[in-house]
């Protein structure tokens, strides 16, 4: 059976549902290639980074990490020029780190809840195809009266679980693939937390 006629079997469902897992798969590499070309996984700079600090060298540690286009290395390009603002206090120049580091974790999971949602409403939007369906094939049953024969409510059935199968189809590896790519920011967050907890550890002497 081909797609299209999947579509015409499914009835307005089967089009939103195929709509959905365009816009997935859209969202899908729109992620992946923003994570390949922001080198989400790189934490090779933090430690020269840290050393340069640590030195006193602060406009070269932030040199560093701006070559750099990882999340993690403006979260340390932000927070030592707030280290280095003798404005602050070690109270203050910790807020705004925390705070800076918490918008990049935010940027880096935007569209994230786009897909997990595509992957709640999914199975739903099939479920509805279907309740839809069944109710098309006992109103068919009905009309038939007393002529009704077994084949006509099993076809009826079978037509509508389709959308079922369908939501399920597009939820699972949508799902999947919205783990996947959380997984991959809660690393993130996990070496940037890291990354800046050293760098607060650091005696600001050094500054």
């Known amino acids: ?9 499914g009835g307005p469902s089967m089009l939103v549902l195929g709509i959905m897992s365009v816009a997935a798969v859209t969202l ?3 992620k992946l290639w923003e994570f390949s070309e922001q ?16 030195q006193g060298r602060a406009k070269d540690a932030q040199a560093r990490a701006l070559a750099v286009p990882s999340p993690i290395a403006k979260a340390m390009v932000s927070s030592i020029e707030s280290l280095c603002d003798e404005a602050l206090s ?3 120049a910790r807020e705004r ?4 580091a918490a918008e990049h974790i935010e940027r880096a999971r935007s569209r994230i809840r786009s897909l997990e949602l595509i992957g709640t409403l999914a199975p739903l939007v099939g479920l509805l195809g279907t309740v839809l369906g069944m109710i098309e094939a006992f109103q068919a049953l009905q009309a038939a009266g007393d002529r009704v024969e ?7 059935i079978w037509k509508a679980l389709i959308t079922t199968a369908a939501g399920l189809m597009v939820a699972i590896p949508v799902m999947a693939a919205a783990h996947y790519l959380e997984r991959r920011v809660a ?11 050293r760098l607060l550890t ?3 002497k050094a500054v």
């Open 1 to 9: 059976m081909g797609a299209l006629e999947w579509l015409r079997l």
């Open 187 to 197: 690393l993130m967050k996990s070496a940037m937390e890291s990354a800046l907890t």
């Open 90 to 92: 070690d109270a203050q």
């Open 150 to 156: 077994p084949s006509v409510l099993s076809g009826g």
């Open 97 to 100: 780190i925390e705070r800076d």
């Open 39 to 54: 080198k989400i996984g790189d934490t090779s700079f933090v430690g020269p980074v840290l050393q340069l600090f640590e």
């Open 202 to 204: 650091l005696p600001r």
């Open 28 to 30: 899908m590499i729109v």
